[in-house]
């Protein structure tokens, strides 16, 4: 009986081993047949910039970009609409429906990143990566946001490509205390000034090549006059203080703190009391600095504008007219003034009141017709203004491709600008229109009588080899469009002849400098945005540039520089020696290495 037992037993472990031998192997060739993802990571340290000393508790954030433009990859699950419903009774509206291009599927975006923190050494781990380009941000309360292998403050890092199951290791980022700047605001009778909004700003440079100001803060001064601009990154600012031209005090969204405050108007104000950014004193903020500013800022007067309206020699004023105000912020946005109806028809005249001093442009509308005119107010009523409305003219256009190609997928759009005093107020009225793939045509309407400057801005894989305005140069050249004559015909031919540039940028070592601006700037025509041509360095020094018009340029590759810094005409000037010169052929791929210009040289 026991063996009985003893032999079942055996029996039934040899059959347990042969089927555990069986699923093992089974379960391998199954691992075989599906492809197993091997992921990668990122490990390093963030230490307070000058030192050795670890910081805690940053926040670390890995991106996605597109290794060939340098733009971050769109994720899923980010904020499309915030809507707070106020009626329950009222049902929410229904979702957006998804879609993608052609009406199919609209494409899967992947989720974010996890951010993590830093340890009590400063220690980082970023797990769970799949092959790709990446960028690296930390930020911490009181510090500078940094990008790994940023060079300066404004700088984009440098992109980190990954590859399958690959542990990058070792990856240092500094970061450098903010500063903070406070004071008191008095008015001109000594008092506190209360309610008054503060920026600290810095001259800048648009992607259109404007010149205009990157705010680094705002505040707004207490009941007793007080203010605190915190964490401003370091850099050279202009400190200024009042009612910027726009909308009155307290009538923009938002309002007024207390209801008990009068919401004054305040003289838009620069440290130490100049009312001219021209005689502004520039502030110095170093890393970590407390400053204190005080200065005193006057109540402002409001003033009006006012004139007449008409519809042209012999023409009865319009029975309804719209009228606006159309003002660009120090920062490059614009926005509009719309006053309820301060127009009389029986006598075509208008009036605006309670409007801050500024520059803004005035416009008129009557159904199809329409009037502008720039309007400076300074220090006194603006009167006697004339608006005489138009219907403006019909420009009619075609696109053509060289060689007789078909057109871009994406339509061609051709811009507008006018030239005037006070020009980049009419940011909202650049007339604009869209050539499409179709057969190329456009039609810009309604353009009124004056001086434009045309561009066509980047297309994907091609550059615009001419520009023709009643058969006259317009790439280059300003057009002048005028109300009466045959009506004018733009002519638009496009190559898909570009060129290419990489190479690699070195240090004084020969090493190579991740992270790197580098810039190509046109010999001439250096008013035509769409000709310069910017790219960052990856971890091994290459760059790649591509979409160049043939001609003259010169290469910089700068350790830092402000976002497009490079437009600053001053700038080019103090570099230009530094430049690498480059002459591009259509077609052409040129390999060409540099030196970098190390931060704070000439």
Do not use: C
């Amino acid at each position: 009986m026991g063996n009985r037992v003893t032999q079942k037993v055996g029996f039934n472990r040899t059959v347990l081993l042969t089927v555990m031998v069986v699923a093992t192997v089974a379960g391998s060739l199954l691992a075989q047949q599906q492809p197993q993802t091997v992921k990668g990571r990122m490990e390093g340290t963030v230490l307070r910039e000058g030192t050795a000393e670890p910081i805690y508790g940053a926040k670390v954030t890995v991106t996605r970009v597109n290794p060939a433009t340098g733009a971050n990859v769109p994720t899923a699950g980010t904020l499309n609409t915030y809507l707070i419903n106020p009626n329950p009774n009222v049902p929410l509206p229904p979702a957006p429906a998804a879609g993608g291009p052609a009406g199919g599927p609209a494409p899967v975006q992947p989720l974010p990143i996890p951010a993590v923190l830093t340890d009590r050494a400063g220690k980082f781990i970023v797990p769970d990566l799949d092959e790709g380009a990446y960028r690296i941000a930390v930020t911490l309360n009181g510090y500078v946001k940094t990008e790994y292998g940023q060079h300066g403050f404004t700088g984009q890092g440098t992109t980190l490509t990954l590859t399958r199951g690959e542990s990058m290791k070792d990856l240092l980022v500094r970061m450098t205390r903010a500063a903070n700047v406070y004071g008191r605001i008095t008015d001109d009778s000594g008092q506190p000034a209360p309610g008054v909004p503060l920026q600290i700003i810095k001259v800048s440079y648009n992607q259109a090549g404007m010149r205009t100001f990157q705010a680094g803060g705002t505040a707004r001064t207490n009941d007793r006059g007080e203010y605190r601009l915190y964490w401003v990154t370091p850099g050279r600012y202009y400190l200024a203080a009042g009612t910027p031209q726009g909308p009155p005090a307290g009538s923009a969204p938002g309002g007024n703190p207390s209801p008990n405050e009068s919401g004054d108007t305040y003289v838009f104000t620069y440290y130490p009391g100049a009312t001219d950014l021209s005689r502004a004193t520039s502030i110095d903020v170093k890393a970590g600095a407390e400053m204190a500013m005080d200065f005193l800022v006057p109540r402002a007067q409001l003033y009006k504008i006012s004139g007449h309206i008409s519809g042209g020699p012999n023409t009865p004023s319009p029975a309804a007219v719209g009228i606006s105000l159309a003002f660009q912020t120090l920062t490059g946005g614009s926005g509009f003034i719309q006053l309820s109806q301060t127009y009389d028809p029986a006598t075509g005249n208008f009036e605006m009141r309670n409007i801050v001093p500024g520059s803004y442009a005035l416009q008129a509308n009557a159904g199809t017709v329409t009037a502008r005119a720039p309007v400076e107010v300074v220090n006194s009523d603006v009167t006697n203004i004339a608006l005489d409305l138009s219907g403006g003219v019909d420009i009619a256009g075609k696109v053509q491709i060289e060689g007789g190609g078909a057109l871009p997928s994406a339509p061609v759009r051709i811009q507008l600008r006018p030239i005037v005093k006070g020009a980049s107020n009419f940011v909202g009225f650049a007339p604009a229109a869209q050539a499409m793939p179709a057969d190329g045509t456009f039609k810009i309407e309604r353009v009124l009588a004056g001086e434009y400057r045309a561009a066509v801005p980047q297309i994907a894989g091609h550059y615009v080899k001419e520009l023709r305005f009643d058969r006259n140069d317009a790439l280059n050249s300003p057009i002048e469009v005028r109300q009466s004559g045959t009506p004018p015909v733009f002519e638009v031919l496009i190559s898909p002849n570009v060129a290419q540039i990489e190479g690699v940028v070195t240090d004084e070592r020969n090493q190579p400098e991740a992270g790197v601006q580098v810039v190509l700037v046109p010999d001439k025509n250096r008013d035509r945005p769409e000709l310069f041509k910017a790219g960052v360095t990856d971890q091994a020094g290459r760059y790649t540039m591509k979409d160049i018009a043939p001609g003259d340029y010169k290469l910089f590759a700068w350790e830092a520089l402000d976002s497009f810094g490079y437009f600053d005409p001053d700038l080019l000037k103090q570099y230009d020696a530094r430049g690498k010169p480059i002459h591009v052929e259509e077609l052409g791929k040129l390999k060409v290495d540099t030196k970098v210009i190390p931060e704070g040289s000439r």
